[in-house]
């Protein structure tokens, strides 16, 4: 019913750029929030940042200031500016919305891999 795509991962050096893309299709409705969460090898995934319906932001301490969410209601998508990245930006890197107004639930792409290298 919803799929969720990812794209524009890539390799980067330390203190370069890259933006991310996540397209949402299908049974789209009642949106709350949509965001980027990461898994690194080994670590727990963690949420990056993430926007609500009323355009609440918020961020992840270790991204705060280098990364920038945005959306685009109109194509159902979200966007995650990265800038000035560290090797310890690595990580698998996952959309999610939330859905639902009496029945909520969470959906999840399949994530887009960055690496940054030092």
């Known amino acids: 019913q919803v799929q969720l795509v990812e794209s524009g991962g890539g390799l980067v050096q330390a203190g370069g750029s890259l933006r991310l893309s996540c397209a949402a299709s299908g049974s789209i409705f009642s949106i709350n929030a949509m965001g980027w969460y990461r898994q690194a090898p080994g670590k727990e995934r963690e949420l990056v940042a993430r926007?609500?319906?009323?355009?609440?932001?918020s961020y992840a301490d270790s991204v705060k200031g280098r990364f920038t969410i945005s959306r685009d209601n109109a194509k159902n998508t979200v966007y995650l500016q990265m800038n000035s990245l560290k090797p310890e930006d690595t990580a698998v890197y996952y959309c999610m919305t939330n859905m639902g107004s009496v029945y909520v639930m969470n959906y999840w792409g399949k994530g887009t891999l960055v690496t940054v290298s030092s």
């Open positions: 926007i609500t319906n009323g355009g609440s932001i």
